[in-house]
């Protein structure tokens, strides 16, 4: 049986970072500043739930710190809802994957590969309490449970305050019930420079869920924010999935008018191929919104490992000894052997390819800011770019 680990991101070489401190002295108004302004030197970085390589678990304290110390200014996190309505910071829908819960409950713990064992929904637990999601580890990238727990989103907050870190947030709401609990919860809570937390917290919504401006400002937390004086940062996702659903280039017309959009998510998947449109927008120089980013999807693979202490394994499935072939790679999908993401696209790319995984394509396309698991080698590279004059 062929054992591995596996972490939702890129198999690339080790490489020594080396930092100037415990974290970076970023005033979070001017990372802000730089999602609403492009700038010629600099594309910013958001790190996947944090920084989580060699036995880091993803959204952690840990792997938020490690970003930080890293030098990276932003970090982007998934957000869902409790039973009892707190907001644990997990990636996926289910617990199995990132926590011990199979093995807290008695039950077979959950294997990826597999989609054997334990797995239950984050909304089906309560947070508190006997049995609750307060109760469970974490696990790393080979699966192995760590010494940490799952936090909230504000107990993420709290901790940002009490380390001192420089860093602002974008958060990836998975269940769109999660956002208006999430304003409430951060209201009253700041940053170490007294910056209001839904100011740095940048809401990231899909826009099918909000597809015009009256929708999105007759919310009620939205209405508290402008009442209070709360300067929001909202990010629209816009995705080729989406194009037979509604406009989404009226849309992103409508949005960029506004104070609170400070810039687009744009996940095209090839040059030409669908939402397009919205990216030649954002470079438009009469366009009100002039920056876009996008997912750096690099592969899910680390490196193979063989320790006996490994959880996850591929029980059948093997991983080929190049895990890139062409100009598409072998990535994760749940319960299933490994595929290419060529293979996955669908009719969302109108040429069968999903560039994501380049970063040359990437760069080329003249994106600003970028969602990537190995943000550390993001940063290495751009640097020697000059492209990385974070002030």
Known sequence: MFTFSVLFGVLLPVQVVYVQAAHQPYDVRKIIDAFRNPVDDLKLLCAHRGLRWNGTAENSRDSYFRASEAGIECIETEIHLSLDGLLPMIHDHGLGRTTDIGEMTGQAAYNPYTAEGFNPKVSGYNFTGLGGIELLRLRDEQGRVRDEYVPTLPQMIESIFDSGMDVVLQLDFKDETAIEPAY???????????????????????????????????????????????????????????????????SAKL??????????????????????????????ESSPIRTAGTFFAGGDFTFPNTDKLTFFDTSNYSLP??????????????????????????????????????????????????????????????????????L
């Open 184 to 250: 409430w919860a951060l209201k009253h809570l700041t940053n170490r420079a007294g910056v209001p937390a839904n100011e740095w917290c940048i809401y990231k919504l899909q826009s099918v869920w909000y597809q015009t401006p009256e929708v999105f400002e007759a919310l009620p937390w939205v209405q508290d924010a402008f009442r209070s004086g709360i300067k929001l940062a909202f990010i629209p996702v816009y995705d080729p999935e989406y194009v037979a659903t509604f406009d989404q280039m009226e």
């Open 255 to 284: 949005f960029s008018q506004t104070n609170y959009t400070i810039s687009l998510e744009v996940e095209l998947r090839n040059v030409g191929g669908p939402i397009q449109d919205i990216l030649d927008y954002t470079k438009d």
């Open 321 to 390: 000894a190049d895990l890139h072939v062409k100009t598409t790679l072998y990535t994760y999908v749940e319960g299933k052997a490994p595929m290419l993401l060529d293979a996955q696209v669908g009719n969302i790319s109108s040429d069968g390819h999903d560039y994501r995984a380049d970063f040359n394509w990437i760069i080329e396309q003249g994106y600003q800011w970028v969602i990537t698991d190995t943000a550390d080698e993001w940063h290495s590279r751009l640097e020697r770019q000059g492209m990385r004059n974070v």
